[in-house]
């Protein structure tokens, strides 16, 4: 009965990374085919989300590269938002992408924003971002 609940529970990880890793992937998957251009990493110049995820997975199950807290990804955005909006608008957000600390390419800022930065308001309300990007560990 343990390893039921056990076996369970993994499942239940196991779907949740799927469904992050899927969310994230479609992000940069540009062209909606099931592929990312990463032409540094890859000899074809591309990753097809088939060979994505089960690596990122076992990555995830492993417990590899251990993920930034919630609660520190917010006190990095508050210190963005000193006026304590809950939000940074697009223009704020290139400043500091491309002025402070190492600067973003224009390729990888432009993937950012088209995952961070709501249409409607034109500004990131950075709590809803940093729920997207969080994966629960427990």
């Known amino acids: 009965m343990a390893d039921d609940r056990s076996r369970e529970g993994t499942e239940t990880a196991v779907?949740?990374?799927?469904?992050?890793?899927?969310?994230?992937?479609?992000?940069?998957?540009?062209?909606?085919?099931?592929?990312?251009?990463?032409?540094?990493?890859?000899?074809?110049?591309?990753?097809?989300?088939?060979?994505?995820?089960?690596?990122?997975?076992?990555?995830?199950?492993?417990?590899?590269?251990?993920p930034i807290p919630e609660d520190i990804l917010l006190r990095a955005f508050e210190v963005l938002d000193p006026a304590k909006c809950g939000f940074l608008s697009k223009e704020e957000l290139i400043k500091y992408m491309t002025e402070e600390g190492e600067p973003f390419s224009q390729e990888?800022?432009?993937?950012?924003?088209?995952?961070?930065?709501?249409?409607?308001?034109?500004?990131?309300?950075?709590?809803?971002?940093?729920?997207?990007?969080?994966?629960d560990e427990n």
């Open 15 to 66: 779907a949740e990374f799927h469904k992050k890793i899927k969310e994230a992937f479609e992000v940069f998957d540009h062209e909606s085919n099931n592929t990312v251009d990463v032409e540094e990493e890859e000899p074809t110049g591309y990753i097809r989300f088939e060979k994505f995820l089960p690596v990122m997975t076992e990555v995830l199950l492993e417990r590899r590269y251990r």
């Open 108 to 135: 990888e800022m432009e993937e950012m924003l088209s995952a961070a930065i709501d249409p409607e308001s034109n500004s990131i309300h950075y709590k809803d971002y940093i729920t997207m990007m969080v994966i």
